[in-house]
């Protein structure tokens, strides 16, 4: 498989070193991957939430408004994630 790694991923490994917050490569992917696996985490969360509270049927989604379905949806994210 060809790599997806390019030339701006390379500047912006030297842009962090040479920030001086990472001394080695080895650390910012330490961080990287910390952070994907942190991503992951909270999507199976918010996949699970949706999962559990999934209680509007495909009738009903087909009659409510986008803007407020998808604000009906983070209101139950938000309130699962809570509790």
């Known amino acids: 498989m060809k ?3 390019n030339q701006k991923h390379e500047i912006f490994i030297q842009e962090k070193l040479s920030s001086g917050r990472y001394h080695t490569i080895e650390e910012i992917l330490v961080e990287a991957l910390e952070l ?4 992951d985490k909270k999507y199976e969360q918010w996949l699970q939430a949706a999962c559990d509270h999934g209680d509007v049927s495909i009738a009903e989604l087909e009659k409510i408004d986008g803007k407020f379905l ?3 949806l983070e209101r139950k ?3 699962a994630l809570e509790s």
Not at 36 to 39: A, D, P, S, V
Request: charged share 40%.
């Open 3 to 5: 790599s997806k790694f």
């Open 70 to 72: 998808i604000a009906q």
């Open 36 to 39: 994907l696996e942190e991503h």
């Open 77 to 79: 994210l938000r309130k």
